[in-house]
């Protein structure tokens, strides 16, 4: 019979050999140096041989007591070998039915219809990290209770936000096991109201005049790549979001038209941005630059790929502007606010866009071109609005150089 010890001490040649142990269990060595269990025996009067598992990992005692379970099932009369197969094929399914396996499934069918590399990778971090303590879990064991006790672990360490996202990306992908028929319900649903609320936080932004006018001239000043300046300047005059600022397309633009027509992230629609004519300028300029790429802002490493999602904010902290103060993002909330309360276009123009969800009287969504004619002159006034903001400082001082 084998002990560990001559386990251990068994060696590899050239070709495989058995080693036997007792009631038709052995050890194969084969050349690679690999040591597996098998158990050999008799059905139907044939020879069969099953292989149960790999020493160390499975160890002595554990490949005897397995090789008993078989030899239980052959005397009732079962082929351990069918039994093996099945039971292989039950593990194989249970890996492929986890919480982990169906949301990187369901994140690499995402990645494939568009989702950007960004968003890939915080929803990667949301299954194997945030929600880590489940990931292993067969889906349909995932309960209510369970996934409460995953989220509370985030909400103790203080990150109140991440665990409602958690909880929102969990949800998705109950939804996804239940249309694949690999669970029953949602147990996200259930959570409703069972976390505590985070504090609202907004976007940083600037809404006094005088503080525009400071922001663009800095802005206007910045001495980085003629990217990244054309980008800071765009920023402010169309206020798109920031992840549709850095991925814009050559290809969507129509410099003739004064127009940027393209599929918006959050909402999946089409939208038009009318180009003022200090807009179109910035563009014109940059396109003998950046013309060979797709990308109207391509990387630095890469012309294949836009520039990465920090570059606006990482300059607008070089230019010495704190994430309290302004975000890529607070531009968005700057020309909304300002639009309203200063230049007074109608909210629904404002909202058009921004390229929110805005609904008809009889609750229908606007479609794109909706208002655009009115759109064009908003988006015209606004520019020439922070034209002014930006030469504010030029004027005073050459009042005051005349006083003097």
Request: with cysteine; proline share 5%.
């Amino acid at each position: 019979m084998l002990t560990d010890t001559k386990l251990r001490a068994l060696k590899r040649k050239e070709a495989s050999h058995r080693v036997a142990d007792s009631n038709g269990l052995c050890i194969e060595v084969r050349p690679t140096g690999a040591k597996v269990w098998r158990y050999r025996y008799r059905y139907a009067g044939k020879p069969s041989i099953v292989t149960m598992g790999e020493y160390p990992a499975l160890s002595l005692m554990q490949a005897r007591a397995e090789r008993d379970k078989l030899r239980a099932l052959l005397k009732g009369g079962a082929n351990p070998a069918h039994v093996a197969r099945a039971e292989r094929a039950v593990q194989a399914e249970r890996a492929n039915s986890t919480f982990g396996s169906i949301g990187l499934e369901l994140l690499a069918k995402r990645a494939k219809e568009g989702l950007s590399p960004g968003s890939v990778k915080r929803e990667r971090r949301l299954i194997e990290k945030d929600l880590a303590s489940i990931c292993d879990m067969p889906i349909a064991d995932v309960s209510a209770p369970i996934l409460l006790a995953a989220l509370r672990k985030l909400e103790q360490r203080g990150i109140v936000e991440t665990a409602h996202r958690a909880r929102s990306h969990a949800g998705r992908v109950f939804r996804y096991a239940i249309a694949t028929g690999r669970a029953q319900r949602n147990p996200a649903d259930d959570l409703a109201g069972a976390l505590e609320q985070p504090q609202t936080k907004h976007f940083a932004s600037l809404t006094e005049p005088d503080r525009i006018g400071e922001l663009l001239r800095a802005l206007w000043a910045y001495q980085g790549s003629p990217v990244t300046c054309a980008a800071l300047r765009l920023a402010p005059m169309l206020f798109v979001r920031p992840g549709e600022l850095r991925q814009a397309k050559w290809a969507d633009i129509d410099l003739d038209a004064r127009e940027w027509r393209y599929i918006t992230s959050k909402t999946k629609t089409a939208h038009i941005v009318p180009l003022s004519t200090q807009a179109a300028a910035v563009l014109e300029e940059l396109w003998p630059l950046t013309k060979r790429s797709a990308y109207v802002f391509p990387g630095v490493r890469s012309s294949d790929r836009p520039m990465s999602e920090n570059t606006v904010n990482a300059a607008l902290r070089n230019l010495g502007f704190d994430g309290e103060t302004i975000v890529g993002h607070g531009f968005r909330a700057m020309a909304r606010t300002v639009l309203d309360e200063v230049l007074g276009f109608r909210p629904d123009y404002i909202e058009h866009q921004l390229a929110h969800a805005v609904r008809d009287p009889l609750g229908r969504a606007y479609n794109r071109t909706a208002h655009l004619p009115e759109r064009r002159k908003m988006m015209q006034g606004w520019a020439d609005y922070l034209d002014s903001l930006r030469n504010s400082e030029k004027k005073v001082a050459s009042i005051r150089k005349k006083v003097a």
